[in-house]
């Protein structure tokens, strides 16, 4: 399990990350599922799709994408011939592992990017898949790389 995302798509998220600060931002990674028959579940990200936190209450710990925003995403992908591969969101104040509530409400097949930021600044990011049977995440390898200039 990999995904594969630029440097310059890190650094939009953590600049939305670190700017939503103390409220959880999310967003999506638009890109392509590789289908290697080697390595089960990799992709890589075009770009990325900020997004609101629809969340009224309570954005310090939860975030809400609504349906609209979600399909409106995936519909543009579609026309790219792309689609959504990840879901990233940050965690304020909290470690960039996925809580219980993120398990519950995340979906196999996705990755999931969390950004944990300290008191304004991020402090590490990884990316999650939830197993097939929906009882845990596991961790998947994140490769950055570099955009060519
Ligand atoms: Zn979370």
Not at 24 to 33: A, K, L, Q, R
């Given at each position: 399990?990999?995904?594969?995302?630029?440097?310059?798509?890190?650094?939009?998220?953590?600049?939305?990350?670190?700017?939503?600060?103390?409220?959880?931002?999310?967003?999506?990674?638009?890109?392509?599922?590789?289908?290697?028959?080697?390595?089960?579940?990799?992709?890589?990200?075009?770009?990325?799709?900020?997004c609101?936190?629809?969340?009224?209450?309570?954005?310090?710990?939860?975030?809400?994408?609504?349906p609209?925003?979600?399909?409106?995403?995936?519909?543009?992908?579609?026309?790219?011939?792309?689609?959504?591969?990840?879901?990233?969101?940050?965690?304020?104040?909290?470690?960039?592992?996925?809580?219980?509530?993120?398990?519950?409400?995340a979906?196999?097949?996705?990755?999931?990017?969390i950004?944990?930021?300290?008191?304004?600044?991020?402090?590490?990011?990884?990316?999650?898949?939830?197993?097939?049977?929906?009882?845990?995440?596991?961790?998947?390898?994140?490769?950055?790389?570099?955009?060519?200039?």
């Amino acid at each position: 399990m990999a995904i594969h995302v630029s440097d310059k798509i890190i650094a939009q998220i953590i600049e939305q990350a670190e700017h939503s600060y103390p409220h959880e931002c999310c967003g999506f990674i638009i890109g392509t599922v590789l289908n290697e028959l080697e390595v089960k579940a990799q992709s890589k990200a075009s770009y990325y799709q900020p997004c609101l936190n629809q969340k009224s209450d309570n954005r310090e710990r939860r975030f809400l994408i609504d349906p609209v925003s979600y399909q409106d995403a995936e519909d543009k992908a579609d026309n790219e011939g792309l689609s959504i591969v990840s879901i990233v969101h940050s965690h304020p104040d909290h470690p960039d592992i996925p809580s219980e509530f993120d398990r519950i409400h995340a979906w196999p097949g996705l990755s999931y990017i969390i950004v944990s930021v300290q008191n304004r600044k991020a402090t590490g990011y990884r990316s999650w898949r939830l197993t097939d049977d929906r009882q845990c995440f596991e961790q998947e390898r994140l490769c950055i790389e570099r955009t060519e200039t």
